[in-house]
């Protein structure tokens, strides 16, 4: 067994694939030679970044490291509710950084640590031609909002994206 292939069995990592177009079945466009690898615990993506994060995270001001620990949480929170995350990617540079199966649509996932440009899913939200229908969820330090096919939620609502409109319970 290869050392991901244990790491992912342990339980520490998860691999995310690069699907070739944000459409449904996603597994059926998953570039099994393209993938990230995600600690399955957003503790270990912490003590990665050494105990100035810690210290970072209890005072609220991440600096740096603020976009990369907000994906790991977002990830982190996509996994345990359950849901079979992937993420899109283009040598021209377009990049989502997830995508995931949602009531029904494929669903583009931007995890922001501050307001920011979603470039990369608008450019493939206007084209549904080259793209598929998609919706998008920007996740971050926002109010819930909906406008269209966006949907804006604040960090702390992500796992609820693992529930669905049957077993959906406030």
Same mark, same amino acid.
């Given at each position: 067994?290869?050392?991901?292939?244990?790491?992912?069995?342990?339980?520490?990592?998860?691999?995310?694939?690069?699907?070739?177009?944000?459409?449904?079945?996603?597994?059926?466009? %998953?570039?099994?030679?393209?993938?990230?690898?995600?600690?399955?615990?957003?503790?270990?993506?912490?003590?990665?970044?050494?105990?100035?994060?810690?210290? %970072?995270?209890?005072?609220?001001?991440?600096?740096?490291g603020k976009g990369a620990i907000y994906e790991a949480s977002?990830?982190? %929170?996509?996994?345990?509710?359950?849901?079979?995350?992937?993420?899109?990617?283009?040598?021209?540079?377009?990049?989502?950084?997830?995508?995931?199966?949602?009531?029904?649509?494929?669903?583009?996932?931007?995890?922001?640590?501050?307001?920011?440009?979603?470039?990369?899913?608008?450019?493939?939200?206007?084209?549904?031609?080259?793209?598929?229908?998609?919706?998008?969820?920007?996740?971050?330090?926002?109010?819930?909002?909906?406008?269209?096919?966006?949907?804006?939620?604040?960090?702390?609502?992500?796992?609820?994206?693992?529930?669905?409109?049957?077993?959906?319970?406030?």
């Amino acid at each position: 067994m290869d050392a991901i292939e244990y790491l992912r069995q342990a339980h520490i990592v998860n691999k995310v694939f690069n699907v070739e177009t944000p459409s449904l079945s996603l597994s059926g466009y %998953a570039k099994q030679s393209q993938f990230k690898l995600f600690p399955e615990d957003i503790g270990i993506v912490t003590c990665m970044y050494g105990p100035e994060m810690a210290i %970072a995270i209890n005072k609220g001001d991440l600096g740096q490291g603020k976009g990369a620990i907000y994906e790991a949480s977002v990830f982190d %929170a996509l996994n345990k509710a359950g849901k079979s995350v992937y993420y899109f990617a283009k040598e021209s540079g377009l990049e989502i950084d997830y995508v995931i199966s949602y009531n029904g649509y494929a669903t583009l996932i931007e995890a922001k640590a501050k307001s920011g440009n979603t470039k990369s899913s608008k450019t493939v939200m206007a084209h549904p031609e080259h793209y598929g229908k998609t919706k998008l969820i920007r996740i971050g330090g926002y109010n819930v909002k909906e406008k269209g096919d966006i949907l804006t939620i604040p960090h702390y609502m992500t796992y609820l994206l693992g529930k669905t409109e049957e077993n959906f319970c406030i």
